[in-house]
């Protein structure tokens, strides 16, 4: 990687060769049992992304050619202004890792409070979290409705910190 794929400008390589490169790079790795390091993958979303080759990238996904790792799911984050249906790939990848902390971690961030409430209800096995972080990205909203429903969940299920 060090000495071939960072060395090569995107300038003079056209992205369709590069893609079929690293692509046939990746299969060559997994046909021999050599794990493929995530900086692989990341290369290879970062020149899909910048030909603006979405739909392959989406396939790529979705049929594992670009294997899970939790890199990889913080890269498709990135690529959500870009392109919005990565935020939803990357929270799948993150659930089929298991990475429920950092799912919960990315639910907040968004201030997707109902839908992390829902996620932590659900999770099995259950999951651990600080309630106060829930209070506090509600109140950071804004969102005086929400405070109180965020509050009165952890208020009937006997969660509130003292």
Do not use: W
């Not at 096995?125 to 600080?130: E, K, N, Q, R, T």
């Amino acid at each position: 990687f060090e000495h071939v794929f960072s060395t090569v400008d995107e300038k003079d390589v056209p992205a369709k060769y590069l893609v079929a490169v690293l692509t046939e790079y990746i299969r060559t790795l997994n046909f021999s049992g050599i794990a493929v390091e995530p900086f692989m993958y990341s290369k290879l979303i970062e020149v899909l992304v910048k030909a603006g080759r979405f739909q392959q990238l989406y396939q790529f996904l979705q049929y594992h050619i670009i294997g899970d790792s939790v890199p990889v799911a913080c890269q498709l984050l990135s690529l959500e202004a870009q392109y919005p249906p990565a935020y939803q790939m990357a929270l799948d990848m993150l659930k089929r890792l298991g990475e429920h902390a950092h799912i919960l971690e990315v639910l907040l961030v968004k201030r997707q409070l109902v839908q992390a409430l829902r996620f932590v209800r659900t999770a099995r096995p259950p999951l651990s979290f600080d309630p106060t972080a829930f209070l506090d990205a509600a109140l950071e909203s804004g969102d005086r409705s929400l405070f109180y429903t965020v509050y009165a969940h952890f208020r009937t299920r006997g969660m509130l910190p003292r």
